[in-house]
């Protein structure tokens, strides 16, 4: 069945940095929409990030000119680099794929962020 582990997360001070990488198996995953979203404790799960088969790339307004989403299909892997980061980042972030085979796509287990001094 098809697995999405993410990895990457952690505890960083505001204005700190992390890389979260999230590593697709038992999918075609060039063919994928992946994303990044997250989910505050109260609050709903939110669109970070996104980048389709083809490369374009959507952000939310909230990480404009901090994250950047990537994708390496030969390692069937994407990542969310994740810049001057904030305490309101605080989050556990999921990865998502996303094609016409399920409604939704399939969803990783997640890995917790926190940012804070």
């Known amino acids: 069945q098809v697995q999405l582990v993410e990895s990457g997360g952690g505890l960083v001070q505001p204005g700190g940095s992390l890389r979260l990488s999230c590593v697709g198996s038992?999918?075609?995953?060039?063919?994928?929409?992946m994303g990044w979203y997250r989910q505050a404790p109260g609050k709903q799960r939110e669109l970070v990030a996104s980048?389709?088969?083809?490369?374009?790339?959507n952000y939310a307004d909230s990480v404009k000119d901090r994250f950047t989403i990537s994708r390496d299909n030969a390692k069937n892997t994407v990542y969310l680099q994740m810049n001057s980061l904030k305490p309101e980042d605080t989050a556990v972030y999921y990865c998502?794929?996303?094609?016409?085979?399920?409604?939704?796509?399939?969803w990783g287990q997640g890995t917790q962020v926190t940012v804070s001094s």
């Open positions: 998502n794929a996303r094609w016409i085979d399920k409604p939704g796509g399939y």
């Open positions: 038992k999918i075609v995953f060039s063919i994928y929409t």
């Open positions: 980048i389709k088969g083809g490369g374009t790339i």
